[in-house]
């Protein structure tokens, strides 16, 4: 009976052990996002894991909460609806090589792209009323606007 016990109590420590090492966290996915969050009153962001940004809703961006993660920033869209691009907005972003503008977008901030130095080349909306000052200084790639 004792050696009965024993042998009980090493299968539970085992299977313990087993989902301890285990554990019910799920891998990191391909699809899973870095972050997420609001940007201003109506508009949203998501950074996803191969780098993509996409800026949604309606409306102005105020803040870049996403800059902490800019390193990790390799592509921008903007979705339509969104109407301005604020300053700073992808500051020193040095890895951001494409970005996507939906027509809606009005003005683009100072420096909104200063320092992305992988950004080849942009295309920017034709509704484009303000383009402030240093908008893509430091972009030394960036060869066609």
């Known amino acids: 009976m004792r050696k009965h016990c024993k042998k009980i109590i090493s299968y539970i420590l085992l299977i313990t052990l087993v989902f301890t090492i285990i554990g019910d ?29 996409t800026i949604s809703g309606k409306g102005k961006v105020t803040n870049n909460n996403w800059i902490d993660f800019k390193e990790q920033i390799k592509k921008v869209i903007i979705e339509e609806g969104v109407i301005n691009i604020p300053n700073q907005a992808f500051y020193g972003c040095k890895n951001l090589n494409e970005v996507s503008m939906a027509y ?9 792209f200063c320092e992305c130095v992988a950004l080849g080349e942009i295309t920017i909306p034709k509704r484009i009323k303000v383009i402030e000052g240093n908008t893509f200084n430091g972009c030394t790639n960036l060869e066609k606007i």
């Open 25 to 53: 966290k799920n891998p990191v996915l391909a699809d899973e996002n870095i972050d997420e969050g609001k940007c201003g009153i109506n508009t949203y962001y998501v950074l996803d894991s191969d780098g993509t940004l």
């Open 104 to 112: 809606t977008v009005q003005e683009m901030g100072a420096y909104s």
